[in-house]
């Protein structure tokens, strides 16, 4: 199963922009599709973005959109989330998930969870 490190997170004012990184141990990266997930104290881990295994297609959950744009570099093995205008709602831990389906990806269902990173947006 692919292993995943998130970084990236930390404090910021509200208004500003913090960006995400995902480092994926697999050398078959490319034949994943990636997405990001967020939890909140006291909250069902939700959807933010998904990425296709090439990068052509992504989708955002409507919270996010607009806003947050999700990338990702192959040859790096790595996934990102730049994220702007940042507000209090998205104060969350922050995950990556990895399947090779691209509809599969977006659901939360996952065993194989990181650490995540924190994102803390103050107000």
């Known amino acids: 199963q692919v292993q995943l490190v998130e970084s990236g997170g930390g404090l910021v004012q509200a208004g500003g922009s913090l960006r995400l990184s995902c480092a994926a141990s697999?050398?078959?990266?490319?034949?994943?599709?990636m997405a990001w997930f967020r939890q909140a104290p006291g909250k069902e881990r939700e959807f933010v973005a998904a990425?296709?295994?090439?990068?052509?297609?992504?989708y955002y959950a409507d919270s996010v959109k607009g806003r947050f744009t999700i990338s990702r570099d192959n040859a790096k093995n790595t996934v990102y989330l730049q994220m702007n205008s940042l507000n209090a709602e998205d104060t969350a831990v922050y995950y990556c998930?990895?399947?090779?389906?691209?509809?599969?990806?977006?659901?939360?269902?996952?065993?194989?969870w990181g650490q995540g990173t924190q994102v803390t947006v103050s107000s």
């Open positions: 998930k990895a399947d090779r389906d691209y509809l599969k990806v977006r659901r939360p269902e996952y065993d194989y």
């Open positions: 697999e050398r078959t990266f490319s034949n994943y599709a």
């Open positions: 990425i296709s295994w090439l990068g052509r297609s992504t």
